[in-house]
């Protein structure tokens, strides 16, 4: 999956223009960046975070995080798809309580079995959806359905090109 890493800044670094939230505004600046150029002083890459154990700037941020190994038996992660709980590695950030990172706990195959429910399932009332606020209830009912049927039309790429075209404005 390559690297995985989070971008941390200051509240003046992250403020952003009046309909664009803080994630849009660091996606939109390291999207744009030219390969190698991207000033990445202000990422933690958790891929190197067994390394990060030495002076340098993301020593101090990143932390090894204790997991509790009876919180789910080894049968019940096997049964989920998950590796046994003594295999993660866990860290967390400092000065971000509950906030806690584990690379890849899926056994093989799993991720993409898990990416589909969130997709499939996660996005069904009663939960909540962040396209609530912007689409009616009735437009947001089986969000699974209606995009598998708007991507096999064919018009997926005429909406993706759309907004590509209007991201570059």
């Given amino acids: 999956m390559g690297k995985m890493s989070a971008a941390v800044g200051s509240v003046a670094t992250l403020a952003a223009e009046p309909g664009e939230d803080a994630f849009r505004k660091l996606f939109r600046f ?16 958790f891929s190197a975070a067994h390394a990060a154990r ?10 090894r995080s204790q ?23 866990a860290y967390g950030l400092e000065g971000y309580p509950g ?20 997709l499939k399932l996660y996005s ?3 939960n909540v959806c962040n396209l609530d606020k912007h689409m009616t209830e009735e437009q947001t009912q089986d ?3 209606q ?14 090109l759309r907004r590509r075209l209007s991201m570059a404005q």
């Fill in 30 to 45: 390291y999207r744009q960046s030219r390969p190698g150029t991207a000033d990445l002083g202000a990422v933690i890459d």
């Fill in 54 to 63: 030495g002076p340098g700037p993301e020593a101090h941020k990143v932390v």
């Fill in 67 to 89: 997991l509790s190994l009876s919180s789910v038996s080894d049968h019940d992660a096997h049964r989920a798809g998950l590796q046994p709980v003594s295999k993660w590695q």
């Fill in 99 to 118: 906030f806690i990172f584990i690379p890849n706990p899926f056994l093989p195959g799993y991720q993409w079995h898990w990416v589909k429910q969130c």
């Fill in 124 to 126: 069904q009332k009663p």
């Fill in 143 to 145: 969000l699974w359905e």
């Fill in 147 to 160: 995009s598998k049927e708007f991507l096999s039309c064919g018009s997926f790429q005429l909406w993706h």
